[in-house]
């Protein structure tokens, strides 16, 4: 099954950065490599390139074999593979990551506004779900070797339905895809959204949205 789920992966990888030029989310890149430098200022698309003379063959490999060792309060662990975790992607259009959740955890609702995330379950179940503009909710129950594809900036979520810790492989059309943890964006913004805006859009009283961000400001 191993060997099966890479295989997809593989497939879903070379799918995902097949170049469409009318629909690319990066400017197509004007030279063979340009591994970012992460000590300089980042520019208008991606990081300066790292001088050749200092580029070697490990820039261009990473490794997402290790499992976790701490999770965070969703139980949820990242492993980076965007231009920050994996600089070699600077400027190629692409990015990949591993996320692991424990049993029960889930990666909350959220959207990329930069990129179309497929991804792949390597290990446990895992419930993918997404929700479109006119509010229609697609998910889905995915075992090992199953992929999924989240269209372009929806809000959508993954949760660990199994009594296994999961693992899943998901992989952007962008060095950067960006996040905006749904949540998050209304009750952590600084400085904070007013209570009576948050109040009236949830039609809830201040004693709610005050014990919201009190839970968060403790996980945080």
Not at 85 to 110: E, K, M, W, Y
Not at 202 to 213: L, P, S
């Amino acid at each position: 099954m191993a060997s099966s789920s890479m295989s997809l992966f593989g497939l879903l990888l070379v799918l995902v950065i097949l170049p469409f030029p009318s629909h690319a989310s990066d400017p197509d890149p004007l030279q063979d490599i340009c591994v970012a430098d992460l000590d300089a200022p980042i520019s208008i698309n991606g990081f300066p390139c790292k001088p050749a003379s200092e580029v070697t063959s490990d820039d261009f490999f990473t490794d997402f074999s290790k499992d976790p060792t701490t999770f965070d309060v969703f139980k949820r662990a990242v492993t980076f593979g965007d231009v920050s975790g994996f600089p070699a992607v600077n400027t190629q259009g692409v990015s990949l990551f591993r996320i692991d959740l424990g049993v029960g955890g889930i990666n909350p609702p959220h959207t990329h506004p930069r990129a179309t995330e497929a991804g792949i379950v390597l290990k446990g179940r895992v419930l993918v779900g997404f929700v479109t503009t006119n509010n229609t909710f697609f998910s889905k129950v995915l075992t090992p070797g199953m992929v999924f594809l989240i269209p372009r900036a929806l809000v959508h979520f993954q949760l660990n339905v199994g009594n296994e810790p999961a693992t899943f492989i998901p992989i952007f059309n962008t060095q950067n895809p960006g996040v905006s943890d749904s949540i998050g964006t209304i009750f952590d913004a600084t400085p904070p959204v007013p209570n009576e805006v948050l109040t009236k859009s949830f039609r809830v009283g201040d004693d709610v949205i005050n014990a919201i961000r009190a839970a968060r400001a403790q996980s945080s």
